[in-house]
């Protein structure tokens, strides 16, 4: 007995890589899941978790883009009031995370994660941040320059800091797009600072090196859409 089978079928079968029916991805998103499902398995053994806990960082990685490929329109008819007014492609997080407690999975710090992994939030505890991360660093990703290759090696030994440079990566390209900040990132940025997480609030590493990639010639619009991060 590892306690995996106590947890909901849904997840258990997640964690093995079986999506839930009504999952409404492509191809390409599918294998960009399985990738970020490996990175966290890789990431709760690095933190040597228990298997049952292991199974769910795996789970919450393929579920956390299982609605990324339904129509906007469809999502928003049912995303909470909160999320109404989000932009199209940062809703299937929240409105998955509904459907995951309305199928009866009530395992809080996993629908925290799915509902917040492209916004965040200062809530989120290790699992949210490690998906918030994953997502972000997977290899899949475009890495011309391979800072994202530097991140996820430096996970094991930096990770407050690792999340911190996310953190501040996803903020900075939201503001320059013009868009306005939700207060749940806002949140998650001050309280990654007020921790320290390997670093002095005013340790200038962390914005140096998100200026130097925000500004460099070689990251394509697309790289720093939020659409293609999340
Ligand atoms: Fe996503
Ligand atoms: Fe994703």
Partial sequence: MDGTDELHPLILAAARGKLPTWASVGPSRRAHMSRVAGLMESWARDLDLAESDTARWRAAGFLHDVLRDAEPDRLRASAPPDFAQLSGPL?????????????????????????????????????????????????????????????????????????REVAAARLVSTVEKGRMLRAESVGLWNRLLAEGFGGSAADPSVEENVRGRTTAPNMSPADSAPEARS
Avoid: C, N, Q
């Fill in 91 to 163: 809703l299937h997080g929240p409105v998955a995370a509904e459907r995951l407690r309305g199928e009866g999975v009530a395992d809080d710090e996993l629908l925290l994660a799915v509902a917040y992994h492209t916004i965040g939030h200062p809530e989120m505890k290790l699992l949210g941040l490690s998906l918030f991360a994953a997502d972000f660093l997977e290899p899949g990703r475009p890495d011309e320059d391979g800072w994202r290759r530097v991140l996820r090696e430096r996970m094991p030994h930096d990770r407050g800091r690792v999340f």
